[in-house]
């Protein structure tokens, strides 16, 4: 069901210590009585301890990765079963990073998809443009096309478990937001082609997260939109003072 949503990314920052003195800030600095769902996810060895320290507060966590196999000869890699296990329901798929660095592909994505839905988790799915195709004006067309190999296989059922974060490339860690109008007019087309496929109940139901250098300053703007239903957030989360300003914008 639509509903809104701040997500904080910890990519490849804070160690176990460190993760755990941002869990305490944040549980303490944190409104535990908002109409709003507070995700993070931090790095894979602190997944488990996260868990935990968060059982009993309104703050779940979403692993950032996770590989398309059930299990076998990955070396590095963590599957959907070991995530489920230790009590981790929600993980982050398609992020720019893991296309650009670790040249994840759209069907790629689509495969880890697949074994996410398989295992009942629920998926951040991420999506957006680089610079050089907004330039082009070739952004509408890059976002339907991933969306399309990435998650346009799926049947309405498995939306259930679906959230979208459009993240333009050129705003993430750059300081550059979307405008809040240009976040709003990418979030209206990507709910009209997701009606156009699958019909207005899932392009209502489906909840679409903006990220990029998302800002206490910038929040409550880029958040009024009404088809922004809240924000997957990068640099702003590992300072709890800001992502608590962020969670209180929505
Ligand atoms: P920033 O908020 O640092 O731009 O990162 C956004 C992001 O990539 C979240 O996944």
Known sequence: ???KIVAGNWKMHKNAEETEDLLNELIAKLPSDV?????VAPTFVNLASAVDHLEFTNIDVAAQNMHQAESGAFTGEISADMLKNIGVNTVILGHSER??????????????????????????FCFGEELKDRQAHQHFNIVENQLNDGLFHLETKDWV???????????IGTGETATPEQAQEMHHFIRETINAKYGGDVAEDV????GGSVKP?????????????????????????????IVNAI
Request: hydrophobic residues 50%.
């Open 1 to 3: 069901m639509r509903h």
């Open 35 to 39: 109409a709003v769902e507070i995700i």
């Open 99 to 124: 296309r650009a660095y670790f040249h994840e592909s759209d069907a790629l994505l689509a495969s880890k998809v697949n074994t996410a839905l398989k295992h009942d988790m629920r998926v951040i």
């Open 161 to 171: 478990n679906i959230v979208l974060a459009y993240e333009p490339v050129w705003a």
């Open 207 to 210: 909840s679409i997260l903006y």
């Open 217 to 245: 300053d910038n929040a409550k703007e880029i958040f009024s939109k009404p088809d922004v239903d809240g924000g997957l957030i990068g640099g702003a989360a590992l300072n709890s003072d800001h992502f608590a300003a």
